[in-house]
Each structure stands twice: as structure tokens, then as C-alpha cells.
């Protein structure tokens, strides 16, 4: 599988942004997203079924951003809004053959590159 991730930026905190992850081929597996920030660990933020069936989100995104899959472009979305200064990190998409709401990294076998959120305040 092979992902690739956009939609980064620079925006002040308050403000929103959509990140993109294209995944060929996309059908059967679940997308997820992580987020690192500079100096601390890979962490969950949300995760999706191939066909949009089942979703969940970590709590300190929880309310704020939404996931969401358009199947004839093999796009997964994540919409960000009210973002903060501590969602600052490089955002990754990845795969996995199983959804799961567990957030482990371990569940995923395939990773795009990351792409870069920083919010200021």
C-alpha cells in the first residue's frame, strides 16, 4: 500500500485545516492518523474503516476533528478545526489490514510521509 499525506500548514491557533491521505490500493483497509511532536512519541489521533462504517478518534481531538473517507477518490480526510498550539506535530497516515480502536502503531503496517501542522498562538 502506498499513502501519501498533504494539507499541512501554518495557521494560527482557532483556525482549521483539512489533511488529505491517498491510498493505493484502498479498499479493506483502514486508515489511520498519527501525529508526532518534536522531542515526544508517535501518538493516535483517529482512525477510519475503508467504507466510513466505524470511526474513533483519541481524546484530545475528540469533538474538534473529523474524519472521513471518499471511496472513489481513495482519499481519507481529516478535518481540523479550533486547532491549538499543542496540535503542532507532523501528521501521518498510515495503514492497517483490521480497524481497530486500540491506537497502537502496531497495528498499522504501512506509513506515508508525514506532513507538517504548526499552529501558533
Known amino acids: 500500500v502506498q499513502l501519501q499525506a498533504s494539507g499541512g500548514g501554518l495557521v494560527q491557533a482557532g483556525a482549521s485545516l483539512r489533511l488529505s491521505c491517498t491510498a493505493t490500493p484502498f479498499s479493506a483497509y483502514a486508515i489511520g492518523w498519527f501525529r508526532q511532536a518534536s522531542g515526544k512519541e508517535r501518538e493516535f489521533v483517529s482512525v477510519?474503516?475503508?467504507?466510513?462504517?466505524?470511526?474513533w478518534y483519541a481524546e484530545p481531538v475528540r469533538g474538534r476533528f473529523t474524519i472521513s473517507v471518499d471511496n472513489a477518490k481513495n482519499t481519507v480526510y481529516l478535518q481540523m478545526n479550533s486547532l491549538r498550539p499543542e496540535d503542532t506535530a507532523v501528521y501521518y497516515c498510515?495503514?492497517?489490514?483490521?480497524?481497530?480502536?486500540?491506537?497502537?502503531?502496531?497495528?498499522?503496517?504501512?506509513w506515508g510521509q508525514g506532513t507538517q501542522v504548526t499552529v501558533s498562538s
Open positions: 477510519i474503516k475503508w467504507d466510513g462504517a466505524r470511526t
Open positions: 498510515a495503514a492497517s489490514t483490521y480497524y481497530s480502536s486500540s491506537g497502537a502503531p502496531s497495528d498499522y503496517g504501512y
